[in-house]
């Protein structure tokens, strides 16, 4: 039985092992199918950089925000709506913002 029940512990660390070394492959793969859309985040809720003096994630001051970004599906940036964009919609670069 204590064979049994080591083999039984072995088998359940492998198993468990193999699923957390494969999670930063399928978040990886998840990622490349996304990219960074500037100005379409509103206040307190882009992903990163908001700009000077800001940190990170949540930093952003205003809606639509021209320094910070949300990550948004590959392909739907520039077809994403931007109140401050010069193009009004959603840029793969940060901009300066026209008044809203």
Known sequence: MN???????????LGAAMTIAATPVAAQDKMADMEKCYGV??????????GAGTTCAGT?????????????????????????SPTGYGQLQAFKEKSA
């Open 3 to 13: 064979k049994t029940m080591t083999a039984a512990s072995l088998a359940l660390a």
């Open 60 to 84: 952003s001051v205003r809606d639509h925000q021209g320094n910070a970004w949300s990550m948004v599906p590959k392909g739907t940036c520039e077809k994403t709506p931007s109140k401050t």
């Open 41 to 50: 985040a509103l206040k307190g809720k882009n992903d990163c950089k908001a």
